[in-house]
């Protein structure tokens, strides 16, 4: 055995001295850098080839359009320049000096396509074909240009036009981004290579409909991961990259205002938005966006238990959306450049929900009329700053950063009126259930306040992180490649504070008639009279000193809901580089090292009925655990030739639980009575579990790539998961800890699940002007989901087995037109009460049109939600109503001004 060890140490000092060989630093060498233009050096063309003909070396312009060599012999070189969108073109250069700057040029000044290649769908459309033939794994990629194209208003909604993704809607708008159709939780987020937190209490996933689309750079998707990235990405990362300076070829300026309607409640939404990039001289850029969002809009519902309940719910909301971002870069030199980046965005709901719940249960039919006045705001904050030196064969790059989410609900106001009619009917069995409501129901008279609630909350998730990376360029068996390894530090803490007011008493002066307003106009059915929000405010606010406060439930409210969870994660990783003729292997390790901490609270509640009297605890509950994993990852890329690509990936990866399930809160109710001449305690529970393993996945993908020419790509891809530690919530009453439970719900690991599909894509521009795009990912998936004893086999939750885009464009000088269309089939949502609730298939079309009035300015029209899709879940069977939500169609005209 210590022979074994000693060889092997052997082998790998023998592979350090090939890494370092004195010949190849004794070499003469020139450095060579440059950009990559077109003649009008009005645009940088990410993703670039650059062959150099002599040497046989091939490079690609990064994002910025840039490249370097850093060991290139004086002498006089002949280079290619290919960019899918244009034909190749061929430049002579001349190396001589210690640092040789270039600049190459895209294609020629007859090139027809060369305006179409700055605006317009084209441009959008080849600079994410280009960024993904020159990525080392699987990815997808969104660009500034493409993200104007389509009616989008935040990052959410620009992501779904991708391969393999959908999303998941509040209120009509894209929130939640789900790739392969794996859960939101499991995805991760980073705002130019930061992690974003979460802002709300309990999650992980980040919504992105708080970052406004003029903010973006470009929107990146990396399906298979390399070692130099975060591993907590079961579906995949997110990379969202902000404007710079840098970016751009020269100084530009944009402006953009806009009006919107929707139909459901007919109300005008103005939007403004400005961005500007500068470089102040060749050393200092900066860049700033602002994007400001006024939006009036509503939804009407109608939802059931499957049973015998029925509720009616009236949206009006207004949503406010304000971002900014501020960026700046100093480069002294070539070989060095630091960066400030900022960015900021804040979302607010200010919303008033009507809501009317019946009960159908014969005679002893039961109504009531609720209503929700709430404010909620939510913010994002990230700020780093880094740097990144090239010192011969060496790079180092180094960034420290700061972010934070939070979201604030204060002082929600809850309504709840009680009464009951037998003349009450209804069909639940229905898309839209049927109500026969007697007349008394539309009486305010009839009913009693029951309850009043004021509810506060506060989630904040703050994370402080530092990364170093060091890589250096080798020779190995005749191969040019790269050595990288680097280490990253990231703290985080998430806290979620609840404070609850339950009233139940004091109403006898009430009068209730005076809240009572005109029916809303609700499309749904019989809604009745409803709510004026002033007068349940003021009301609320005048007569709060004689209300009777129900203390014991407001305490297992509040402190039910609070917790704080302290989480610390050490990364660090080597991997490797390497081009072997035509074969590119991407290979590496990386650990992680994971210590989490939680602290809430043990809420007791136990309800004496032979001497009738309540007792409340509420004692600290604290945990903590460490674990560590490693992380190994293969990337292929093969190149049969120009124009086809194979990939292949092999990684593995983990997904930590969610802050609520692995959070230390315990509430427990118990019941004591006498039966039978015994003592009888029924108890029940509801716990997170700190001791949660992360999800483990092996994950395979097999991808193949057709660039045909011009601009345009056909893709065809699989890919399988496994993933160990799935979790799922389950009925552990009896065992350990529960023994003597009647029910004690505790989200626990389960079973293996599986994940495996088949993505395709196609797109294509014609010289006549006219774009197609289509796109579909086709997966099947396996889990086991444990509830009330009963194990149940079903679909990985929110896993929809067929996801699609199709778009048709067309394209002039002065016309550039859009129609598509985004699917989501059926996907499985959760288990309630036994029942299979099912969210619906979901089909929305949209529709851009835009007429530029000369290069600067330009005019544009947007309808969004075409057909005027519902959302719709129903149970078991699709006739069987859960929710159905209508939001109408928007409509939106507005002036771009952009000067580049």
Sequence with gaps: MHTKKLSLLAMACTAAMQFVSPQALAEESSQLVGKVTNVNSSKLFAGAKIDIKELGISVYADKEGRFN?????????????????????????VVKDEITNVTLLVGTASDTLEELLVRGQRSGQANAINKQRMSDGITSVVSADAIGQFPDQNAAESLQRLPGLSIERDQGEGRFVGIRGIDPNLNNVTINGLNIPSPEGGVRSVALDVIPSELISSLTVSKSVTSDMDADTIGGNIEVKSVSAFDRAADSASFTAQLSQNELRDALSPKLAGSITHKINDKWGIAAALSYFDREFGSDNIETNGDDEIEQRHYAITRERLGGAVNIDYRPDFNNQYYLRTLYSRFSDDEFRQANVYVLDGEDSEVE???????????????S???????????????????????????????????????????????????????????????????????????????????????????????????????KYRTREKTAVADIAIFDGGFDNFDNASFATSSPDYGLGDFGPGFNRGALRSNFNQSREQLELAELDSRIESQGDSFTNDEDIFAAYVMTRFDWDKLRVVAGLRYENTSYSTSGSQVSLTENEDTDSLDLTIDPVNASRDYDNLFPSVNLRYAFSEKLIARAAFTQTL?????????????????????????????????????????????????????????????????????????????????????????????????????????????????????????????????????????????????????????????????????????????????????????????????????????????????????????????????????????GRTFEVGFIWRMQ
Aim: no cysteine; proline share 3%; aromatic share 10%.
């Design 69 to 93: 060599i850093p060991r290139i012999a004086p002498g006089t070189y002949t280079v290619e320049i290919d960019y899918l969108g244009t034909q190749p073109s061929t430049q002579t250069i």
């Design 369 to 383: 009329r609720e209503s929700k006045d709430r404010f909620e705001e939510q913010s994002i904050l990230s700020i």
């Design 385 to 487: 700053a880094g740097a990144e030196h090239e010192r011969d064969t060496w790079t180092i790059s180094y960034q420290a950063g700061y972010s934070r989410s939070d979201e604030d609900e204060p002082d929600a106001l809850y309504y709840v009126f009680t009464g009951a009619d037998t003349g009450l009917d209804g069909d639940l069995e229905q898309r839209i259930p049927q109500l026969t409501i007697p007349a008394s129901l539309n009486d305010f008279s009839n009913y009693e306040l029951d309850q009043m609630s004021l509810e506060r909350g506060n989630a904040e998730d703050t994370e402080l992180s530092f990364r170093l990376d060091i890589a250096k360029r080798i020779e190995w068996l005749g191969s040019d490649g790269e050595l990288k390894f680097g280490s």
């Design 655 to 887: 997904s930590r639980p969610s802050f609520e399930d692995a959070a230390a809160f315990q509430i427990i109710e118990a019941n004591v009575r006498t039966q039978d001449g015994e003592q009888v305690i029924e108890r029940e529970a509801s716990v997170g579990n700190p001791e949660l393993l992360p999800y483990e996945a092996d994950n395979f993908d097999l991808m193949l790539e057709y660039y045909p020419g011009d601009i345009g790509v056909l893709s065809a891809g699989i890919f399988h998961k496994r993933i160990d530690n799935f979790i799922v919530e389950a009925n552990v009453a009896g065992s350990g800890a529960f023994e003597g439970f009647e029910e004690a719900f505790q989200p626990i690991n389960g079973e293996e699940a599986t994940l495996t599909g088949l993505e395709l894509s196609w797109v294509k521009s014609f010289n006549n002007g006219l774009l197609l795009s289509a796109n579909g990912t086709f997966s099947n998936s396996d889990a086991v989901t444990i509830l009330d004893g009963e194990r149940f086999e079903t679909n990985l939750p929110n896993q929809s087995d067929t996801v699609g885009n199709v778009a048709v464009g067309y394209e002039t000088d002065s016309l550039s037109l859009r129609l598509s269309m985004t699917y989501k089939s059926d996907n499985l949502e959760e288990i309630d009460d036994g029942m299979l609730r099912i969210e619906d298939d979901h089909q929305q079309i949209d529709f851009v049109a835009k007429y530029y009035i000369n290069n600067d300015m330009q005019l544009y029209f947007n309808g969004i939600n075409l057909g005027d899709e519902p959302l719709y879940h129903y149970f078991d069977e699709r006739n069987r109503n859960a929710q159905f939500e209508e939001y």
